[in-house]
């Protein structure tokens, strides 16, 4: 198997290694060199550098300092990787660390984050998962076990200087448009909590101050959060700067579409078993502006769902015109009053739609005023019948149990 070109140390604190950055940047100087055809394996802590613990207590999550994520190892360069290339990489395996075989997820408070759902759960919640080969299960969520289609969050290359430009510049118009908002319209460069790999001295100042968070997914790809794009993946990614920089991180055991929860997936630090060629000169050979990606050969096989439809009528009834994000929000929370209907909490849905292998459609954007969206809910991760029958819903979720909140609150 080949050597990690990339190691942590899950008891020291990320910003210790030069591996390691939380912003992009194209002067972050490359931390580890490969050529094309190599394979080679990069270690990540998970997204929040160790903030989250596995515990019962969801003080963390509250009090999370999200200025500091995410934190990616990389940029690895690829010798001759020019911009206009196509970076091909093949997502030969992901795997968890021994010693780490545990993920989280969670919610955040409204006031540190927020999520999907921010207006019907505002504080802070979290669920821990155990990892058992390729199958999880939760004490904080009983009732369901499945297998994870594990992923990489986040992945993608160093943008060039152009483009970093016009991130912050069409960001920072938006966050501007209410500027006090809670949650944030965006999030901008912030120096204080920056790593910028091997950046040190004037160099590192000056770049920390224009890096771009790490936060939304943009033209390189970067935290995309697709479920689908997992171990076994192939993917085109444009390259913008010299020898490409490709970074990677916030690792994921499962999630559903959407990444509904924000404090998100399934977490977990783990490694990641990467391949990578060149397609020369390929964005404008196929006329690539986004990444594109092949997805697995292999994936988790669920082929029974229930499926909830949801239209664009928000909660207070007020209709929207073919509003996507309205209607999933519905789909999302219809599946969750179906789920309480178990024994479950609503908190204890809402996160197990945010980690279970859970599809989201867009599936009609054309029926003026509706969008209709539909989450599918896989039925064959329950221990018991979920679907519909004629007596009736069973509690089956006994013992009570809620997930963590903040204990000191
Ligand atoms: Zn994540």
Redesign the pocket.
């Known amino acids: 198997m080949a050597e990690p070109i990339i190691k942590i140390d899950l008891d020291k604190p990320p910003y210790e290694n030069e591996s390691i950055h939380n912003r992009w940047h194209p002067d972050i100087p490359m931390a580890a060199m490969v050529k094309p055809g190599d394979d080679f394996i990069v270690e990540c802590h998970d997204?929040t550098g160790g903030q989250i613990h596995n515990n019962d207590d969801a003080s963390d999550v509250r009090d999370v300092d999200l200025t500091q994520v995410h934190f990616l190892s990389g940029p690895v360069g690829v010798e001759g990787a020019e911009p206009g290339d196509l970076l091909v990489v093949d997502i030969l395996d992901i795997g968890t660390f021994q010693e780490s075989q545990w993920g989280f997820n969670g919610f955040f408070s409204k006031q540190n984050g927020g999520g999907f759902l921010t207006e019907h759960f505002p504080e802070a919640q979290k669920s821990v998962w155990d990892f058992n080969g390729m199958f999880t299960k939760s004490r904080h969520i009983p009732g369901v076990e499945f297998a994870g289609l594990i992923h990489p969050?986040?992945i993608g290359c160093l943008p060039s200087k152009e483009m970093l430009e016009e991130w912050n510049k069409r960001e920072k118009a938006l966050f501007d448009s209410a500027p006090e908002r809670v949650p944030a319209l965006a999030t901008l460069p912030y120096a204080d909590t920056a790593h910028m790999g091997k950046l040190s001295g004037e160099a590192k100042r000056r770049a920390a101050e224009e890096g771009a968070r790490t936060v939304p997914p943009r033209e390189h790809g970067g935290n995309c959060?697709i479920k689908d794009l997992s171990r076994g993946s192939k993917i085109y990614f444009p390259v913008y700067v010299k020898d490409g920089g490709l970074s990677v991180g916030?690792l994921?055991f499962s999630q559903g579409d959407g990444?509904i929860t924000f404090c998100?997936?399934i977490?977990m630090a783990g490694w990641i078993h990467l391949r990578v060629e060149l397609i020369k000169d390929g964005m404008s050979k196929y006329a690539i502006k986004n990444p594109i990606f092949k997805p697995s050969p292999m994936t988790p096989k669920y082929d029974d769902y229930l499926i909830f439809e949801g239209v664009s009528v928000d909660e207070q009834g007020k209709q929207h015109y073919l509003d996507v994000h309205v209607a999933y929000r519905q789909a999302v929370l219809n599946a969750i009053e179906y789920l309480k209907k178990f024994g479950y909490s609503g908190a204890q849905a809402y996160s197990l739609l945010g980690c279970a292998p859970v599809q989201g459609h867009i599936s009609g954007v054309v029926d003026i005023p509706n969008a209709c969206a539909t989450l599918w809910l896989p039925t064959d991760i329950f221990e018991f019948d979920v679907k519909p029958n004629a007596d009736g819903p069973k509690q089956h979720v006994k013992g009570n149990i809620d997930l963590p909140l903040a204990k000191d609150k």
């Open positions: 997204w969050g986040l959060d916030d994921h990444e998100g997936a977490e």
